[in-house]
């Protein structure tokens, strides 16, 4: 059983809300080793969570612990869940925190915590991820069994990610994220661009070829490539797309296909 | 003795002076465990410090070494000391940092750092950080004795924290800290809240009840709740009350009793 | 050898870009103490880390490795590196990051990250810091070789530091750095300063005297003294001097030597 608990949150760590998450942790499991994953998740924004967790647990060894805490129904009746995915321990609120591994075929268990040995006695209304969410993650890591959390949760929450809509002509799809440096994470993944690209549209930018990174464009062009998540991503050769272009989350993106290539590559 | 030193000061993180620190205690005990509480702090604010250091210590493994570092007066001749309180160790400057151990009646004691063992030979004036706190707590965590940091210091500093002030009618606070959410904490605490309130009052903001979560208020709507650290809250649901109500530490509020029922509560 | 790695980027935390190259390091070595050493350098500034590395490293125990990624160049043909120095191994990319490492007359060896052995198949040409940088580390903390990384490198990449000049009557310098808290660090080193000090002019502002700390001058008044990393440093007590001054990184200084005093100083 790996000790490993990554941590990520929506607190900052101004408040010493995480630092009590922490301490909670190590006086359950001295030897846990605490990953700050991040703190810095959008407040109440559970789709970034999912995505930037979804991003990157699969680096991790196998069995480590990842606790998510973006929690605005914290107190109301959303349950309290443990996930298993690709061999990995998920803690956090059903509040869709962890759709993506939901979504993508593989097997995946949840149940939800009802076992009061898994946590503090009368957990605050307001701050579960202290009194449920880390005590659960330090049990987990010393090897207490999943199996004993509580019962088995079916019908999971389940959050509105935005499709992809692929017509003859080309993919329609939305920026779903906005980096530190202001790139533009596209919802289009690289396993969906089947065709040659005739250009890549965003408002009034139109970009004609997918790039392999930033360098490919002089500094201070717009650039399209698929990013280190598998995203076609829009960005700024050495400064920011979102400054750039004014343009955020939720804006349209339209991936055009080559329409006289468009036979050739059908048929590979 | 545990080997968790916990770190907590008003350095951010930009400029490499927690890293300095983490390199020195490292150097000194290899096998310490360093917890980043926050370094986050509002610059300058022992205040702020005092109230989040004393939120979380609690949870920690007893003899845990708490390292706080918010520190305007650093190369006065304020006094570095060591405070021993409810089975823990705190290192840090004698501004009053450590104000709310001294102030609740529990045992505890202050030492001041002379023993040079205990510190790096000509600490540099402007970061007693780096070259007394850090080691100090790296020796304390290795097991060195807080009897020989240096003497009793008797007169410990002590920050004026705003006081509750109770009338026949109710209680006058003060809004004491605005955490990451925008929830105001005010310096009324949960068990001074002896009788059925009427009314909490704070500007032109009225609220008749005291929830438990923000949950039983819809989204967006103002609730008063006690927070997980024990304290009367006014929160918005889901938002920032910060930014609804454009007020933050200092704002007055005023609990008031239920007047017809002073008789029933009184006399328990 | 040191199981300890210090990590710095422009990277935030918000994205898990941070964490992806945590989760890279204890899946390679699990026994490896990640330390967080800051992911707030200005984007792109290869200068302020610079600065902040060789500001921190040497408070580390020998042997420890340093991964820096700030990486503006990614995937362009500037070489991945790790350099050996004091006793310390530091990763990143050849974009002059380590340039002070280069120029002070010590030892340093310099390889290029070749062996295959040594990071990620197919490594993605934006995040070198994942796929390189983070498992080349992993890798030098479990006693991989650094003479097996790949061929000498005897030319890297050396970043234009603004010198500064000296004169009969004083030094010119710059500021090259401002810190969390806006106190102006100034290129000039403590060791430069030979003479005694007529006065330190910056834009208007006029200093006569250098100080030990910032409490050697009443609260919110100018001060100069050497910092905690050996620099000339224009401050305010318990201010910020940049807020003040509207003066920053680039901004001109002057130390002026008091002329009457050359014949006797010139001649120790």
Known sequence: ????ITLTTDFGTKDGYVAQMKGVILSIN???????????????????????????FGYYPEKTVHVVVVDPGVGSDRRCIVVTYKGHLFVGPDNGVFTP??????????????????FKPLPHPTFHGRDIFAPVAAYLSKG???????????????????????TDYGLKGKVIYVDRFGNLWVNIRSEMLTKPIEKIDMGSLSIKTLRKTYQNVPDYDPVALINSSGFLEIAINKASAF??????????????????????????
Chains 1, 2, 3 share one sequence.
């Open 1 to 4: 059983m790996s000790q490993v």
């Open 30 to 56: 001295p030897d846990a080793r605490i990953i700050d994953a991040t703190h810095d998740i959008e407040p109440f924004s559970s789709k970034e969570a999912a995505l930037v967790v979804s991003g990157f």
């Open 101 to 118: 591994f939901y979504m993508d075929g593989s097997t995946f268990h949840v149940r939800e915590v009802t076992n009061p040995s898994y």
């Open 144 to 166: 207490s069994r999943f199996q004993d959390i509580g019962p088995i949760v079916d019908d999971p929450t389940i959050l509105p990610f935005p499709e992809v809509v692929s």
């Open 243 to 268: 400054n750039r272009f004014g343009i955020g989350e939720g804006a349209k993106v339209k991936v055009i296909w080559r329409s006289d290539n468009v036979e050739d590559h059908e048929m590979p």
